[in-house]
């Protein structure tokens, strides 16, 4: 991206605000935390975002961390698809409540739930409780 265009800090404030003024909404969401992207194409795919991210680099195990806002990793894979998503959300037990009253629980372990696969074109949404 180029800074004289697109204001990521800007703009992740403007996001930050807006999401505080509806509390997180029904999930209590408070920030995501990571992207996971799986690619076929792993050393093309981090070229390509190398260069969007400049100057941020890649860690050795293929993320990037930009800032305060989500890390983003790209793994190998047999097909280019979104594999995860993690969410950090104010009360675990209320986003499991809210999910299972809308039948959208999935695993449900005792520091994180998913969402059900089924229900999100099989992207795995993990939640965790902020710290």
């Not at 800090?9 to 509390?23: D, G, M, V, Y």
């Not at 990571?34 to 195990?61: G, T």
Request: net charge positive; proline share 5%.
């Amino acid at each position: 991206y180029h800074p004289g265009l697109f204001n990521p800090p800007a703009w992740r404030n403007t996001l930050q605000k807006k999401l505080k003024e509806i509390k997180g909404g029904p999930l209590g969401i408070e920030y995501v935390k990571e992207l996971e992207l799986r690619v076929k194409d792993k050393e093309k795919a981090l070229q390509k975002w190398q260069n969007l991210l400049r100057p941020h680099l890649f860690s050795s195990d293929g993320c990037f961390a930009v800032g305060d806002g989500p890390r983003l990793c790209i793994m190998e894979s047999d097909k280019d698809y979104i594999h995860s998503i993690k969410i950090k959300v104010k009360s675990l037990d209320n986003a499991r409540e809210f999910l299972s009253s809308r039948g959208l629980l999935g695993q449900d372990k005792k520091h994180s739930i998913t969402l059900n696969p089924d229900k999100t074109f099989g992207i795995l949404f993990e939640i965790l409780e902020a710290e």
